[in-house]
């Protein structure tokens, strides 16, 4: 029989510690700047200065992941005020209904999308990545628990390889440098492209025999090569959302991805995916990206269909930056794209100002308060650049732009 996920106390602590402050930082605009783990006397008032709206919105953020409503527990929540009494009531309703939990797409848009997933169908897939990675001795994790990947990658799979909660560490207030000293042989490193872009730019070597998982948007091929060279061991490339769960991996840049064994392709929609659930029911899914078949099990990646980006591993859509930028009075028009390799990883924005708008100092000043006010974190661009018309090439069709002048 499965051990709870939720049990010892530690693994629920780090799952609720994420979802509240994630759920904080989108309510706020802002990171939460107290560091976890949470103690058990944190309040959430005095401490993390959660108001009451602010309490309404934590608690049915918790209730909906969790499903305490299954439980009946949820409105016990409002009257908590201490971090612990929050663990308590969670641990509560999760005694009584631990089947089904409910994880949010990483939109930008405003209003991440629920996506409902049995524990069972969860199971079934930690299952199959346990024998990918069996003999892992520890699981350390730069991604936060409450998002699907972390919670399959970082709660689900390290009680499916039988390591203990002293096993997981947590690599999100670490450096790749302290990464190359504290590695061991047999660990298993779970990121996102970011930070192994970041591993592979800093980190001259590692400890042999250590593992990587990437996965929240495509790696590319030379931070793949990079964390490699570095002396990874392998890094495996996990294709998926949170709609899906995982779906394929891959282990090399140059190949396509390998369906995990329950899915397959729908043999009258190339782009349709079926997903044999672990009670026999066939489940059609629509992929969000182009898939291009190369065999019965196989597939090479194609563009995304809904023009969403990466940033950080959130989907960030360039056209509502766009769209948030023209409200700015002194805007006339505007355009937003992804940094080219070579420039970063966030967005940049290309701004046509209005005829009465202010200097470039004072222009740049006003919109950086805008998207501040107006954006998530993901979504602010990082660079502006300003001219009279959009860039456009000779036919006149739009084109990108350096950053640089």
Known sequence: MNPAWWQPRGTLRRFVGDLVADELGRLRRRAVPRP???????????????????????????????HLHESGIEDHLLARRTFGEWLDVAQAGLARFDQRLTFRTSGSSGAPKPCQHTLAGLRQETRHLATLFSGRRRV??????HHIYGFLFCVLLPKELGLEENCFVDLRA??????????????????????????????????????????????????AQGVVRAGLQRLVQVYGSSETGGIAQ??????????????????????????????????PFQAQDQLHPRGERHFELGARLDAAVQV??????????????????????????????EEGIRLKAFVVPTADAPEEPELLAALDDWVTRELTPAERPKSFRFGPQLPTGPTGKPVDWAIWL
């Open 140 to 145: 350390l994790g730069a991604v936060p628990s």
């Open 312 to 341: 950080g591993g959130i989907n960030v859509f360039p056209g509502r930056v766009r769209e948030v930028l023209c409200r700015h009075p002194a805007v006339q028009d505007a355009a937003v794209r992804p940094m080219r390799p």
């Open 174 to 223: 670490s450096t790749p440098a302290w990464l190359a000293r504290h590695a061991q042989p047999g660990d298993l490193v779970i990121g996102h492209p970011d930070f192994w872009a970041a591993l592979a730019h800093t980190v001259p070597a590692l400890p042999p025999r250590v593992e990587g998982v990437t996965s929240t948007a495509p790696c590319p091929p030379d931070v």
């Open 250 to 283: 891959r282990t090399r840049p140059d190949e396509p991805y390998l369906l995990f064994p329950h899915w397959r392709f729908d043999p009258t929609d190339a782009g349709r995916l079926l997903r044999e659930l672990p009670d026999g029911v066939v489940q």
């Open 36 to 66: 976890q783990p949470w103690g058990d006397r944190l309040r959430l008032d005095a401490d993390l200065g959660v108001d009451s709206l602010e309490r309404l919105s934590l608690a049915a953020a918790l209730a909906e992941v969790l």
